[in-house]
């Protein structure tokens, strides 16, 4: 809810400010922040979906919708954020836009936008630190990571959008200084480009989710990861006093008993 609030703030002065002074970069931070809040929405469903409690018809649950919907924010990103970031600078480009530019007013939402995301951010940061640590990981391993997609989402798109501002603010800068709107188109589109590979990393991130049915297996140390988190089963495991050494018999539910003739077994 905090990158949402942030989010929907930052579009919209975005908007403003790309229609007041024209900035190529302007523009496409705005389509980032546009495309960020309607990733918002998604994420907000993923959360509520993949809470239900299981049911007949889902006896595991619906915590892996969370990553459907997750996924279908990183194709946002990508088709909305980045590549209208990258179609716009290259128009840009090609067209030889007006070098005129309010360039007080691209500066101002910049920074305000800077704060906002910058405040999501930290929030994401300070939930990420406190779960890295109970799994004993470093944040940004532990980021990449964790099987809970929307924070993961949150912390990889925030901190895109503080990369983004600081390109943004360059462009406009060059721009300024040089009087060539080149910089600014190309600004553009490295932003574009930048939105791109993140939808890219957690496209990736929730296919591998959906998929791999084992204990983790993403990271350069996959096979300690693993020894890591089988160590902590077995220890949780020995200290649970309602865990059986081994499952004698499997019933159906429905039956009353369950025979022990050869010929009864199913």
Known sequence: MVAFSAN????????????????ASMVAEAAHSWADTGN?????????????????HRPLG????????????????F????????WHGLTELLHEPDTDEDYLIAYLVLAVAFVLEGTSLLR?????RGEAHNHDRDVLDYALETSDPTVRAVFVKDSAAIVGFLIAAAAIALHQITGTAVWD??????????????AVVLIDRNR??????????????????????????????????HIVDAVLTVAD??????????HDRP
Do not use: C, M
């Open 62 to 77: 619906y915590g892996r919708e969370a990553y459907v919907w997750s996924l279908l924010a990183a194709v946002g990103l």
């Open 79 to 86: 088709v909305a954020g980045g590549t209208v970031s990258v």
């Open 124 to 128: 994401a940061i300070r939930q990420l």
């Open 208 to 241: 591998r989710f959906l998929l791999v049915a084992s204990v983790d297996l993403v990271g350069d140390h996959a096979e300690s990861h693993i020894a890591h988190t089988l160590r902590k089963l077995e220890q949780e495991l020995e200290r649970n006093p």
């Open 185 to 198: 188109a190309t600004g553009s589109i490295l932003v574009g480009v930048l939105l791109g590979a993140v």
């Open 8 to 23: 929907v703030g930052v579009a919209i002065a975005k908007s403003v400010a790309a229609t007041v002074t024209g900035s």
């Open 253 to 262: 539910p429905g039956e009353q008993d369950v025979g022990t003739d050869d």
């Open 40 to 56: 918002q929405v998604f994420l907000l469903i993923a959360n509520r979906r993949s809470a239900r409690a299981a049911d007949a």
